[in-house]
């Protein structure tokens, strides 16, 4: 589904990701890990188009999008959720759904007016399953800036999946939730997987990331120093020294 070759990204002297081989396979959630600063959140932005490679290929599905824009990664199936929450605050929860929603590259050809005015059935049937997959429902007319933070967390997530990708990029999507938040959101995370969504998950929870994913991939100082299962990446003392906490066994 994914494959990054030799990917580097140059700030200047600094190098956020240096030479980076990551390969992410067809419905898996792929662990991206690491310290801060470890350059996981700038892969993320390479792979969604926010910044170009210096050096490298990203490949999505066989074909190398290194040269597309964000909005045509978008359309071909790369959707994105981002550290800072970025809704369109004085909209409806329902419109944020709306929005993303014809951004989808099914409805590119379809005209403005007549999605705005016909309110497509098949649209408004989609946008209530994300409500119900969100737990939003009951807060569709709310405007986005009023919600609550977990809230905002959740239809940052519905948005991402309205535009209904082949590939999710989540940029630490616990941010600031509580446990049992957290918990909810490692329900959705299967549940999305399980319906053939491939994920790349950067986060610091560890309780998270060990209990979804498939396979892990530890950056430190924009290397890759692990890439494993769960409980191999749990195991390695290069990982537990660089970020685990743990010293070497």
Do not use: C
């Amino acid at each position: 589904m994914l494959e990054l070759r030799s990917l580097s990204r140059h700030f200047g002297g600094v190098r956020a990701v240096d030479g980076l081989d990551l390969t992410v396979a067809d419905g898996q959630i792929f662990g991206l890990i690491g310290p801060n600063g470890s350059g996981k959140s700038t892969t993320v932005n390479v792979v969604a188009g926010l910044f170009a490679p210096t050096a490298g290929a990203v490949l999505f599905r066989g074909r190398d999008i290194g040269a597309l824009p964000t909005h045509l990664r978008l359309r071909e199936g790369i959707a994105r959720t981002f550290q800072n929450i970025r809704l369109f605050g004085q909209l409806s929860v329902w419109q944020n759904l709306w929005v993303a929603q014809n951004s989808a590259a099914d409805r590119a050809r379809q005209g403005f007016f007549s999605r705005w005015l016909g309110g497509q059935a098949g649209v408004r049937e989609e946008i209530g399953r994300l409500l119900e997959f969100s737990g939003l429902a009951h807060k569709q007319n709310e405007l986005a800036a009023n919600l609550a933070f977990g809230e905002q967390r959740r239809l940052e997530l519905a948005r991402a999946m309205a535009a209904k990708p082949r590939l999710l990029l989540l940029d630490e999507p616990a941010a600031g939730m509580n446990s049992e938040e957290i918990g909810q959101l490692r329900e959705r995370i299967l549940k999305l997987r399980a319906s053939g969504v491939t994920i790349l998950l950067v986060e610091h929870v560890m309780e998270l990331v060990m209990g979804v994913t498939d396979r892990i991939a530890v950056l430190n100082f924009g290397q890759k120093i692990a890439e494993g299962t769960p409980a191999e990446i749990q195991a390695d003392a290069a990982v537990r020294k660089a970020y685990l906490g743990g010293g070497a066994a």
